[in-house]
């Protein structure tokens, strides 16, 4: 009873709340007056092709350019060809629901890339009423490692040590706040996939709202500057709401955590499909920094924003440990995920800890998918896709620790890209998934957790 | 205003519709569902957030075992069991030690695993990738006493291989539910829902708590996959992206809103569950089509978006609520991760 009142004294009578709502709702009305180019989509109806390959010396994911493809109903008849854009794509509209043949034409393949299996140059696909049909065509671009000598293989190690490196960086980024939420309140917050997927689109509409000023085609840096920072201020903003106007309330009704599980999975799919509403399906990418060439550092290629967005989330990671390590609140924090009943005992106030892991968490998720996002797409399901990447991390370093989610997100990260070079690209995150099996087989604690949390 | 709006919509067809939804085979197939994940959660207090593993498993033994394999349809389904069974071992036998909420994370990591391998390149022998398995119910709806005509009651229609598939299932479907009923009247049911309640009590009895999960995990994960055997059968055709994690969570809403750890709430919640998304489905797509919902707002796809909107509100809804649905009891939903 004395917390509760406490929670509404702080409240209604603290002015710093009180700003920060006002500037929730100036961001938002900010956000919401500009006009957005291509919000929505038209009818879609017709086949679908995304080709890309994995280029064999950088093994970034590139799209195949310029590559044609013929449709034809499936008696045979015609129903026209085109080929790939910029990014890749193909799409034919096609005017009745059916069975249609898709076939691709091989020789205007990009130099050096092939079919990975030639006998699958003509797929089938149904289209639905109203819904685009893809196709999936295997490519596989170089000699497919058998030729490849030995200083080859190595310079592929340390390329994929990179990029395994950047991706548990920027998985850490999710995974700190997913596991100091679930350290403070013992909830597994399975919407925290959609608080990285916010973060993306936070950025894709701070774009369509530079395109809108006319600061973007030459202020690319300032554009995605004003990004990340808008996302870490509404990520955070986001996930303060959350826990002010959702979780709060449940745990003091005392909700049990069980069914507060079930309501993370509620939000999950809700805003998963608010944004698929008003965005559509088809990924997109970051105009500010899309189209840059990878520069060499060493025998190793990363893009420039790439190499921005490592160094960043280092330095904010770094930033993230002195605070806890440090800081008042930061200690708060961490005494609060150790023992919560000992913590509150000592004069901490718990509610507002939690409080401020959700600000945090949603900020660092936020930012995360800006991350993710800059180096590969932003999608409606983005975030879900490495969210369990993400709880293999958290599980591999120790649920409830951040720095165990920070050593399995890179763990993590290096497992997925370098198992490519034993398994197929397109099942390495299956790799990662069967790691975090065996660990909670042999050390369910995870590297850093303590043994009594998984009672 | 609203009354010739009313009177507009086309109540017999939407009334033919939502019927039809709530006894058709999406229904009756996450019933079946249901009723197993009323075993893992409802009565032994399991979190499986991968449900739809068990089904792909099921669904998935049929079609391999028909198609790649060339065996006969009845050993087929034997074999589609027989997968569901082996995902239960394999996710129980790490997971059930530790707390709820590491099966909740396995699980349904094992369900995207499952799905990720049978559309790869890697395993197209076995599975023909993103294409799946074709046309190979034939041989199952030779036994149908129906013909290939149209059957209309009214304003009801099915097809005659839909009927024999709709009448089969729900009928297994209340086998089951009898089933489940009789086995949680037994001491074994009691022991389940002893280490539902409390796992050291039932610890302290002599009971070997993680022997009784594994069955449990088993038993349901079986009728899981039965109810993706009976889906693939009803449309001919097993693929890998009908089995996403989102069918896990409908799965759950179904249950939550029948109420869990109830006999019949499963078929009921089941039926509410597709009747309520058919009505609110085809009154906006009315909507839509007579133009009283200006299409800058909503289009005929996001409509069908709309759905997935309503199930995640409709979950939040509940569970803040009425967390014991519709026929569950609010002191045996309130559990805790254990």
Known sequence: MGQLSALQRRFEGNDGQRRLIGLIMLVAAFVMSVPFPALGQESDQGVRVRLQYQDAESGENVPAVGVVFSVTQEDGTPVGDGATDDNGEFFLAVESAGRFNLTIDPTTLPAGVTLRDPERATLTVTVDAGRAASALFGLQSGEGGAGADESDTLRRVLQLTTEGIKLGLFLAMGAIGLSLIFGTTGLVNFAHAEMITWGMFIVFLVEGFAEGIGLLPDQKLLTIALGALAALVVGGATGWLMNRFVFAPLRRKGTPLISQMVVTIGFGILARYVILYFFGGSSRFFKSVSGQSAISIGVVDITPSDLIAVILSIVVLVIVGLLLQRTRIGRAMRAVSDNRDLAESSGIDVQRVISQVWSAGGALAALGGLFLAQADQVLWEGGFRVLLLIFAGVTLGGLGTAYGALVGCLLIGLGVQLSTLFIPIELKNVGALLVMAVVLLIRPQGILGRKERIG | ?338
């Open chain 2, 1 to 338: 205003m609203t009354v010739p709006i009313l009177a507009a919509i086309d109540w017999a067809q939407i009334v033919q519709l939502t019927v039809s939804s709530a006894i058709g085979v999406e229904a009756m197939v996450f019933a079946m569902a249901a009723i197993g994940l009323n075993i893992h959660f409802g009565y032994t207090g399991l979190l499986n957030f991968g449900h739809v593993g068990f089904m792909a498993m099921g669904g998935y033994g049929v079609g391999i075992a028909i198609v790649t394999w060339q065996l006969n349809p009845y050993l087929a389904i034997l074999i589609g069991v027989v997968f569901a069974l082996v995902l239960a071992l394999i996710l129980g036998v790490p997971t059930l030690r530790l707390r709820a909420d590491y099966l909740a994370i396995v699980t349904i990591a094992a369900s995207e695993v499952i799905r990720i391998m049978a559309r790869s390149t890697t395993l197209r022998g076995l599975t023909r990738g993103a294409e799946g398995l074709n046309e190979f119910a034939g041989e199952y709806y030779s036994l149908s006493p129906f013909k290939q005509n149209l059957y209309e009651w009214g304003p009801f229609f099915f097809t005659g291989n839909n009927l024999f598939i709709v009448i089969i299932g729900w009928i297994l479907v209340i086998l089951l539910a009898v089933m489940v009923w009789q086995l949680m009247r037994s001491p074994w049911g009691r022991v389940l829902k002893a280490i539902r309640e409390d796992e050291d009590a039932a610890r302290a009895l002599g009971k070997n708590a993680y022997w009784y999960k594994m069955q449990s995990l088993m038993l349901g994960g079986a009728i899981g996959g039965m109810a993706g055997m009976l889906q693939v059968i009803a449309k001919s055709t097993v693929q890998p992206d009908t089995f996403v994690p989102v069918i896990t969570f409908f799965i759950w809403t179904v249950l939550i809103l029948g109420g869990v750890g109830r006999v019949w709430s499963p078929i009921v919640g089941s039926m509410i569950f597709w009747g309520l998304l058919a009505l609110m489905e085809n009154l906006l797509r009315q909507f839509v089509a007579e133009g009283w919902i200006p299409p800058s707002l909503m289009d005929s796809n996001q409509v069908g978006i709309f759905r997935f909107i309503l199930v995640g509100l409709g979950l939040i809804a509940l569970m803040t609520f009425r967390p014991q649905g519709i026929f569950g009891s609010r002191e045996e939903m309130a559990l805790d991760a254990r």
